[in-house]
């Protein structure tokens, strides 16, 4: 069983940047990075999709137009996942979901969300 704190989301004007952040940890207690970390979001009546992840010992994997305004980051030895956005646009809104993998293959972890509101 894993633990997914999440923290950053708020209400943020047009043009404006935050920062997210996630926290992994393993219910046991038991040590030890995680395969894949990342971020996924969600509009209200639209499907979730991939915002940017990160996975061990490769480069960072960005959803279709991310890449240019938002930057997924990772301290392994904090088991802690970041996602800078800035430039926020009004379409940027959603909820936000931490995403994590313990192995390539194995079922995913989900975060309860965080709200991203960018508004005037």
């Known amino acids: 069983q894993v633990q997914l704190v999440e923290s950053g989301g708020g209400l943020v004007q047009p043009g404006g940047a935050l920062r997210l952040s996630c926290v992994a940890s393993?219910?046991?207690?038991?040590?030890?990075?995680?395969?894949?970390m990342g971020w996924y979001r969600q509009a209200p009546g639209e499907e979730r999709t991939l915002v940017a992840s990160t996975t061990t010992g490769t480069t960072p994997t960005y959803g279709n137009g991310m890449k240019d305004r938002f930057t997924v980051s990772r301290d392994s030895a904090k088991n802690t996942v970041y996602l800078q956005m800035n430039s926020l646009k009004p379409e940027d809104t959603a909820v936000y979901y931490c995403?994590?993998?313990?192995?390539?293959?194995?079922?995913?972890?989900w975060g309860e969300g965080t709200q991203v509101t960018v508004s005037p």
């Open positions: 393993r219910a046991s207690g038991s040590t030890g990075s995680f395969y894949v």
């Open positions: 995403n994590v993998r313990l192995t390539k293959n194995s079922t995913p972890y």
